[in-house]
């Protein structure tokens, strides 16, 4: 781990001022104008491979661990009654600048500041809880896991997306001095794949989709499918139209790089699934 120096905003605000770091900055949605950059999201491969895997039609859904808001952005503009958890107040990165985003986009997206482990929500209120980049973060994973399956309504989903994964705690140390940001504010950590599945199966829900780094646009992006199904064709000496989804969700498998981003899909049994 690290001793943080800088807050979570500073951090950001010091990598938004870096030179030769605009293209980062931009894939990660750090710019501004936060509207636009919202927008741009919500046009993203990333948006249109989550927005499959959300159920239908729009119901209430809550946006977990919000940051600037841009899924929760995304969701109302999707029609999704919109609610983003936040517990950091700041203007930049937090429940500040979602609420000046609801503001000036005119979508309307209930703020809350609180933290995950402890929703101040009664039980069964979404029909969905997206966490982008959000379960890593977790003080209490099996704790958060908890939360979100007691406020999901019963057939309601979990979607987890860009969660970063270890094979062995030992990678820990490499993954965290790789991060652009953690050695000033010292926020970032991961998991064992088994970890992730162990605390969504024990808060009662179905793991019903675990998709590895070359299984979905999710975990790409900025890149994607296309791309690495390139990049993988000429690693392996191959056409690229040989490269079929089944190899790369295979060599995905097998990949060990620390951090890599697996996305999480969990259904709430309903009361005919748990008779």
């Avoid at 990333?46 to 919000?66: C, F, I, K, Q």
Wanted: hydrophobic share 45%; glycine share 6%; charged share 20%.
């Amino acid at each position: 781990m690290t001793d943080a120096i800088m807050t979570w905003e500073q951090a950001v605000a010091w990598l938004r001022n870096q030179p030769g770091q605009a293209e980062l900055v931009r894939a990660c949605f750090f710019d501004d104008p936060l509207l636009a950059a919202a927008q741009r999201f919500r046009a993203s491969s990333e948006w249109v491979a989550t927005r499959a895997l959300l159920p239908s039609p729009p119901g209430r859904a809550l946006d977990m661990g919000a940051g600037r808001g841009i899924a929760s952005y995304a969701l109302a503009a999707d029609g999704w009654q919109a609610t983003a958890l936040e517990p950091d107040p700041s203007e930049l990165v937090g429940s500040g600048a979602i609420r000046a985003l609801a503001s000036e986009s005119g979508k309307l997206i209930e703020v809350v500041e609180q933290w995950g482990e402890t929703l101040p929500f009664a039980d069964a209120t979404f029909d969905v809880v997206l966490c982008r980049q959000v379960l890593h973060h977790a003080r209490d994973l099996r704790q958060l896991c908890a939360e979100i399956g007691r406020v999901l309504k019963p057939g309601g989903v979990m979607l987890a997306t860009r969660e970063h994964v270890i094979s062995r705690r030992e990678d820990l140390p490499a993954f965290l001095a790789s991060h652009p940001l953690h050695k000033f504010y010292g926020g970032e950590n991961a998991y064992l794949l088994a970890e992730y599945h162990e605390a969504i199966t024990r808060a009662g829900l179905v793991l019903e989709q675990s998709l590895n780094p070359l299984q979905s646009e999710i975990n790409l992006f900025p890149m994607t499918l296309d791309d690495h199904r390139k990049l993988l064709a000429q690693r392996l000496r191959l056409p690229a139209v040989l490269v079929r989804p089944w190899l790369m969700a295979w060599y995905g498998d097998r990949l060990s790089d620390p951090g890599r981003l697996y996305t999480f899909r969990a259904r709430k049994p309903t009361a005919s699934l748990l008779a």
